[in-house]
Each structure stands twice: as C-alpha cells, then as structure tokens.
C-alpha cells in the first residue's frame, strides 16, 4: 500500500491504513504549499499558459463530485482542467441510486452537473474505479489535486445477533436493488409474507417502507426499475414496522416525506397515541422538527374506520431497540427491547422485551465509506481520515467521504466550494502536471474502456427510448447492457 509506506503516521497498530493525526497533516500540508505555491498569479505569456494549468482530478460523479467541479470552474476559469471519474458508467451518484424514484424532481437536479459537465474543462471519465483500474498514487502523479468524493455506498452493520440471514438487508442494497445500481439489482428479496420490519427512524426508512407500500400505479411517472416494479407488484406484504430506538421527538424525518404517507393509496401510517410526548413540549422544537412531530400526531388521530379500505399499514414502533435478529437461516422475526429516554436523549433498555413475526427486515441506520488503498481511513467514523477535507498533500476528500452520510444533496455544494479554496491555497498555479494526457495515455496503455459524457448521453436516451409509458427512463441495471446500449 503507497501510503501506509509512505505516511506511517497514518497507519494503525494493524498496519493497516488508520485514523490520522491531525497536527501531522497540518505539517505536511504546510510544507507541501510552501513547496508549490509560486507567485500569485499575473499577466502571462501564452508559453506560459501550460504551466498555469491547474490538474484536477475528482473521484465520484455524485453531488460532491460536480459541485466541486462547479466551484473550480470558478475558482480558476480557463486555467484549470478537471477530469471527473467515476467506477460506474453513468454519473450523478445517489441522484440516480439513492433518491427514491417517485422523488423525480429531486432527481431534477442532475440537469444543473449537465451544465457543468459539458463544459470545455470538465470531463466524465466513467467506468473506471480508482484503486482497482488506476491507483491513488498514480493521479497524484498526474494532477495537482485528487478530490475523494466516493460517497459512503456501504452499510453500517446493526450489530444484531443473526444479522447474515436471509432475506435481512442493509438500505444501500435495497434501495440500490429499487434504483437499478448493477451491484444490487440482482439482490431478489423475498416480499412474499406478511411483514417487513424497517429499522431507522430518518429518511431512508420513509422511503424504503413508503416504496413497499406503494400500489403500481402510485409509480406513475417514476423510473423504478421494472424488476422491482413487477417483483412489489407481486408483494404480500401488508405491514411494515418502523422501529425507532428513541421516540416522535427524536425522529430525523422531514415533514415533506412524512406527509406523503398520509396520502398513499392502499396504505394508511399508525402511530400509538401513548408513545406521543405532551403537545406542549412540540413548543421546544425546531419548527422542522415541529411540523413532523405534528404529522405523527394526526396519524395518530386517523379513525379505524379510514382505515378499513387501506390494507397496507404502516405502524410506527418507537422506543423500540432490535436485540437479535431470528430464524433459522432465513428470518422469521425480530427480537425487540423497550426502551426508555433518558433526559439527554439516550436510550436504555427496560428489560420487557416482545418479538415482531417478520419475513423482510431493511436495516437503515447509516453508512460508511469504502477504504480505498493507501489512503488513511476513519475506521469509527466510517469515512476518509481528514482535516477539513485535507487528507494528505494532493489528497482530498468531500461530501459524505469527507463529513460521512448527513445533510441533503445541497449540503454537498458548500463542502464543493470549501475544497476548491483549500486547494487554492495549497497548489498556486500548479506545478507543470500531465494532466489529461498524462491519464489518457496511462489509460490506453492499460486497456480501460473509458466511458466519455457523451457516451452517457447515449445510455441514456436508449433509456429513455426503452421507458414504459409515462416513465422517464428504464435503466439499465447491468453495466455490459449500458456499454452495449453505446455500440447501438
Ligand atoms: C437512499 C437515499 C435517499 C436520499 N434521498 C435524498 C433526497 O431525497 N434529498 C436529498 O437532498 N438528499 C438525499 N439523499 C442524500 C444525498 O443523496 C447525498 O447527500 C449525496 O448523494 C452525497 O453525495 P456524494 O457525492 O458525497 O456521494 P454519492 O452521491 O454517493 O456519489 C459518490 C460517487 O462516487 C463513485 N465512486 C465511489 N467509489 C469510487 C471509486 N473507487 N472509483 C470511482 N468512482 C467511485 C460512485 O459510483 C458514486 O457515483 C439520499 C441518500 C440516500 C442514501
């Protein structure tokens, strides 16, 4: 591993790339500006242009990925090139594999990293992954800057006895199974009983157990991939169980996509009374979080008579702690502990414990970044090793590889614009890089089957051309399929 050789201060008791030490990144860092930073930038020679070129290389085409390629648009104009990879062959991250598919105007945003892709200085390079096709150390060669934006794609464990059986699922792999991501649409859950538990109580819970819940007519207009389409068409599933450790006042769920749940078809939310705070405490509440709060009070006025022609229910379980999950291979239910809020907020275990029969249970707790080698990792935290998005000379990282998995797709352009002034500071005009050629020609010599903007904008109109009606597209879920659909 490049870095661990080469940064030993970055690497645990194992060995193995670890939590960095800040003040050591700082000198690093200090020394590596000193070292590049020329005069400030002036009147130039067109000889010179070349050596005012900024080389910057951005690893994930998610939000971070574009907003950072945005801000260094115009941090530097025309003097800087920026190439943005990506492991899959179609860009926009978790706009395209996260944002659930009956959200299209969510999605809406990718129109604006268009703008910013086809652009002269800016250019998708997909279907490559760094780290495996080309390493860390070999951009760092060839741009003055490497930008992590790599999201964080992978589940954090429950940490719940019996977690490995069948038919248990981490959100990253259900909702990529739901979006079409290549490495889960194949994941075939199982929806044919009678009840899927949800674990979580933010967002991604909504949206797994509202996607569950939905009739197909209610995807009207969403690009649901057609497997899952037919496979929840099929669904007997007739409850879903959110479980929540803590209770409605600790909730991290928006009022948008708690309200949608009052309006779903064949499906109807339930909230005990007990569990709701007084209402006079909603008072203390950001007003957010006060008007979510006051969702969960009118579910738990809905009348059992408005009930009766909705035969989905989705009943809201809070101070609920999973404590083993059970079955013999394949899960037949859920162990739950009651807890109890301390005034801090904390949850503690009472002891009375109850089991929830189950068929399905989608774990959505968070997620943690992949490692890459050679780069220092944040084991307990998941994410990058890093100083405010600097995490060795020439190596950052941004967005949920930098900050880990919270905030909203926007968050990410602030954290874009952040890197691009710390990368200012530290690179001046740059030092002569290779650049694009540099990796075109490492490219060629390696054999990679670049997948280029353009190329994208050909998957996706076949895309499109394959939609069923009133759909916006069909995706490709296999990524042989998407570079085929190239050659068409
Ligand atoms: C299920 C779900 C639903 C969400 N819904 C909403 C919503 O409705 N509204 C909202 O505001 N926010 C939503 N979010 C949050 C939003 O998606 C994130 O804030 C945002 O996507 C994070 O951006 P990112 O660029 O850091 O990571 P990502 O979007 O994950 O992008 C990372 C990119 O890096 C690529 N990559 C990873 N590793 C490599 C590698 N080694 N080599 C090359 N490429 C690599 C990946 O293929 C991916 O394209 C949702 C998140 C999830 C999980």
């Not at 909730?251 to 909230?271: D, S």
């Not at 037949?332 to 249970?361: F, K, M, N």
């Not at 050679?374 to 084991?379: A, I, M, N, S």
Request: aromatic letters at 6%; hydrophobic letters at 40%; one cysteine or more.
């Amino acid at each position: 591993m490049v870095g661990q050789a080469r940064h030993p201060a970055f690497t645990n008791r194992d060995g193995e790339a670890g939590i960095g030490n800040r003040s050591e990144v700082r000198a690093r860092i200090t020394r590596f500006r000193s070292g590049n930073c020329l005069a400030p930038i002036g009147p130039r020679t067109s000889g010179e242009a070349d050596r005012f070129m900024r080389h910057i290389a951005i690893i994930g085409s998610g939000p971070a990925g574009y907003y950072t390629a945005e801000a260094a648009q115009k941090q530097w104009g025309d003097d800087v090139r920026v190439d943005i990879f990506d492991m899959l062959p179609v860009p926009y991250g978790l706009i395209r594999t996260g944002v659930a598919p009956d959200h299209q105007s969510i999605k809406g945003v990718s129109r604006r990293y268009e703008g910013t892709a086809l652009s002269d200085n800016v250019r998708f390079v997909g279907n490559v992954t760094i780290g495996q096709d080309v390493t860390i150390a070999e951009l760092q060669e060839l741009y003055d800057a490497v930008v992590l934006a790599t999201g964080a794609p992978n589940d954090k464990p429950a940490g719940s006895p019996g977690e490995g059986q069948d038919n248990v699922f981490g959100s990253a792999a259900f909702v990529g199974w739901y979006n079409g991501h290549p490495q889960f649409a194949k994941l075939n859950p199982d929806l044919s009983g009678g009840t899927a538990v949800v674990i979580g109580n933010g967002n991604v819970a909504l949206d797994v157990a509202r996607i569950m819940a939905k009739t197909a007519g209610e995807f009207t207009g969403s690009d649901i991939v057609a497997h899952a389409l037919h496979a929840l068409q099929q669904s007997r599933i007739s409850r879903i169980v959110i479980l929540g450790r803590r209770g409605p006042h600790q909730i991290a769920m928006t009022p948008k996509e708690l309200g949608e749940l009052a309006h779903l078809e064949r499906a109807c939310p339930r909230v005990e009374p007990a569990d709701l705070p007084p209402e006079d405490d909603d008072l203390f509440l950001e007003p957010g979080q006060r008007k979510s709060v006051g969702h969960l009070r009118s579910f738990a006025a809905i009348p059992e008579e408005f009930r009766a022609d909705k035969p989905v229910e989705i009943d809201f379980d809070f101070f609920a702690s999973p404590r083993a999950i059970l079955g013999g291979g394949r899960v037949s239910g859920i162990a739950v502990e009651r807890t109890v809020l301390a005034p801090d907020g904390h949850a503690s275990g009472t002891g009375q414990t109850y089991t929830i029969p189950c068929s399905l249970i989608v774990t959505c707790i968070g997620y943690k970044t992949s490692p890459i080698p050679g780069v220092p990792f944040e084991e307990s935290a998941g994410r990058f090793a890093n100083d405010e998005g600097r995490i060795l000379p020439g190596l950052y990282c941004v967005g949920w590889a930098r900050r880990g998995p919270s905030g909203t797709i926007g968050t990410n352009r602030p954290d874009g614009f952040a890197i691009v002034e710390l990368i200012a500071e530290d690179i001046g005009n740059g030092a002569g890089k290779a650049g694009r050629p540099g990796f075109d020609a490492l490219a060629e010599a390696r054999g990679l089957d670049i997948v280029t903007f353009r190329d994208w904008k050909k998957i996706e109109a076949a895309e499109e051309q394959r939609a069923r009606d009133g759909a916006p597209r069909e995706k490709f879920v296999d990524v042989a399929d998407m570079i085929r659909a190239l050659g068409e």
